[in-house]
């Protein structure tokens, strides 16, 4: 319950996992950090911390990240104007390389690289309780992939597209809030999802939403770009989320399997 202190295990502790584990920890959860970089798992573990900035917008700045396309910085001086700041904290949280993990946990978040996905899920595996589940916040369409792994039935899917960065070891950038949807699978409407977004929605972003119909997300992810304008049948977009889960891309031959026909076919890759 939103009340009550949980346990949460964020796989991935890059952008998307280390933007929704410093909420939770902020908000009082026991949150132990997964990731494959020593350096932000040292500086996540010793003070000050993991440390979420906000975005912000310059004229001059000496620094840009590998985003500077977008004119994206983070500042350490010289800042000209900050625009829709969403937060600006540190929390210090136990971190660890995946090979120092121990214990079992009822909800972990999975939030590595698509191509990470089914590897990660292998590795984690064991330190999933005979009870709990795995939540997808990657981009693509990732949980056929991990229920392949752990079982449709610790599988819990979700959407999400705010927007944040990883700037370098121990610093996340959070721009904007977006869409936090959870679902299960199956369409049916479990009590874990809800207690899950009861969670989030208190800790994280009040607008967090439960829905029976993963679907229109899925089909969201690969169709948007093209404009498609009326709703794919259900049984068509689980085909299409079927052929796109290993390539994150929307692919012409699976939208011709489906029926459908788009005059451009493109998915852009959110970089984390």
């Not at 906000?54 to 910085?73: D, K, M, S």
């Amino acid at each position: 319950m939103p009340g009550e202190q949980q346990r949460f295990l964020v796989w991935g502790s890059g952008a998307i996992g280390g933007t929704v584990g410093a909420y939770l920890a902020r908000a009082g959860h026991a949150v132990t950090f997964v990731d494959l970089v020593e350096e932000h798992i040292e500086r996540i573990c010793t003070p000050p911390g993991l440390r979420i900035t906000v975005r912000r917008h310059c004229r001059r700045c000496p620094q840009r990240t590998p985003r500077a396309a977008a004119r994206v910085c983070v500042l350490t001086f010289r800042v000209a104007t900050i625009q829709g700041p969403v937060d600006e904290f540190s929390v210090v949280a136990p971190a660890v390389l995946p090979p120092d993990l121990e214990g079992q946990w009822d909800i972990v978040f999975l939030a590595v690289k698509a191509h990470h996905t089914r590897a990660a899920a292998e590795a984690l595996a064991a330190h999933l309780s005979p009870d709990g589940y795995v939540v997808s916040f990657q981009n693509g369409l990732n949980e056929l992939e991990i229920a392949d792994v752990v079982g449709i039935g610790r599988t819990v899917g979700a959407f999400v597209n705010y927007g944040c960065d990883y700037q370098q070891p121990g610093e996340i950038m959070f721009g904007n809030h977006g869409a936090v949807v959870l679902g299960e699978l199956d369409g049916s409407a479990s009590s874990r999802v809800v207690a899950l977004q009861a969670v989030l929605s208190a800790a994280f972003n009040p607008d967090a939403v439960v829905t029976d119909n993963m679907c229109v997300y899925y089909a969201e992810i690969v169709c948007l770009i093209g404009k498609k304008s009326e709703p794919f049948p259900s049984c068509l977009l689980l085909r299409l989320r079927c052929c796109c889960l290993h390539t994150n891309l929307s692919c012409y031959a699976a939208l011709a399997t489906c029926g459908a026909s788009l005059a451009t076919a493109r998915c852009s890759r959110q970089r984390r």
